[in-house]
């Protein structure tokens, strides 16, 4: 189901950021895990980055020391801030949330990040 509303992608140089948003519609207190994905063209779809309640924080080798996740409980929003991004990030992102119970996966709509001189 899509009901995640993510923001903040567009076309960055090289060693540039962005910052990501997803907003959930509710309260993101009681979540189970909530992440990012990102699919470039022609490659499968690649976990980026997750908070979950079980895992803690992970995030893909490609990325670590680059982009931190975080979350506003108060906004139910989770961030993904992105610094020293490579043509290699280029990407559609999307973002997730998992209940719980592990019975619900809610997406975004996705976001496109470009990273190009």
């Known amino acids: 189901q899509v009901r995640l509303v993510e923001s903040g992608g567009g076309l960055v140089q090289p060693g540039g950021s962005l910052r990501l948003s997803c907003t959930a519609p509710g309260s993101i207190d009681s979540s189970g895990a909530m992440g990012w994905y990102r699919q470039a063209p022609g490659k499968p779809r690649e976990l980026v980055a997750s908070?979950?309640?079980?895992?803690?924080?992970n995030y893909a080798d490609s990325v670590k020391g680059r982009f931190t996740i975080s979350r506003d409980n108060a906004k139910n929003t989770v961030y993904l801030q992105m610094n020293s991004l490579k043509p290699e990030d280029t990407a559609i992102y999307y973002c997730?949330?998992?209940?719980?119970?592990?019975?619900?996966?809610?997406w975004g709509q996705g976001t496109q990040v470009t990273v190009s001189s």
């Open positions: 997730y949330e998992r209940s719980i119970d592990w019975r619900d996966l809610y």
């Open positions: 908070l979950s309640r079980d895992e803690g924080t």
